[in-house]
């Protein structure tokens, strides 16, 4: 069987960028490409995105994660990664407004899986979502909210503890139940004044 030259392996990565941003609303990773495209590594992918980059058929900006960007598929916006929250045992932080600091990365995302809505990222450390799909290093793109419903997902505050976590959040008469989505992991049982929310997880972006 006749190989694939260089300008076929780029058309077809083209193709597999412009398909897997209409799939998940935001561009894959170097990981990505080379998995989708049957290339060898990293460097190989790397090689032929240099090469497309100097040619103005992909923009990329070192700054931004998945930055992949093609001319047809600018209407993106930027949201800032501000931190890390805990998916397993609530991780202390120093205050509740410690990951609004200055942004440790951003992402390029299609505007429809924002929802146009104000949004920041954060990544994920633990496994206690791992039954919703969530995995230790994954990012969530959280919305600013103080009232939410039974079930949601958020980040909660716990005042007391001064630590955060990533839990589905249960209101159970005067307690709050903080719901990990691992079977082998116990809910936190807390009272209602205990708890911050800090947002609601609006979408989940998988790193893997």
Not at 48 to 67: A, C, G, N, P, T
Not at 147 to 154: A, K, P, Q, R
Request: proline share 5%; with cysteine; aromatic share 6%.
């Amino acid at each position: 069987m006749r190989k694939a030259g260089p300008s076929e392996k780029r058309e077809k990565i083209i193709e597999f960028i412009r398909n897997f941003f209409d799939e998940h609303g935001y561009t894959p990773t170097v990981r990505d490409i080379q998995k989708g495209c049957g290339l060898s590594s990293t460097a190989v992918v790397q090689y032929h995105l240099k090469f497309l980059e100097s040619e103005h058929q992909i923009e990329r900006d070192s700054h931004v994660f998945r930055s992949i960007q093609l001319p047809d598929r600018r209407s993106t916006v930027r949201v800032p990664v501000l931190g890390v929250i805990a998916a397993g045992t609530p991780l202390p932080v120093m205050s509740a407004d410690t990951w609004r600091q200055e942004a440790m990365d951003t992402l390029e995302l299609s505007g429809e899986i924002t929802r146009d809505k104000e949004v920041f990222a954060l990544r994920v450390k633990g496994t206690s979502m791992i039954d919703a799909l969530i995995d230790d290093g994954d990012i969530v793109l959280m919305e600013p909210v103080i009232n939410v419903e039974n079930g949601d997902m958020v980040a909660a505050w716990l005042k007391k503890e001064e630590e955060v976590t990533l839990k589905r959040y249960y209101r159970e008469e005067d307690r709050v139940r903080l719901q990990p989505a691992n079977s082998q992991m116990e809910p936190i049982y807390t009272d209602p004044a205990n708890v911050d929310i800090q947002g609601r997880v609006v979408a989940v972006i998988r790193t893997i």
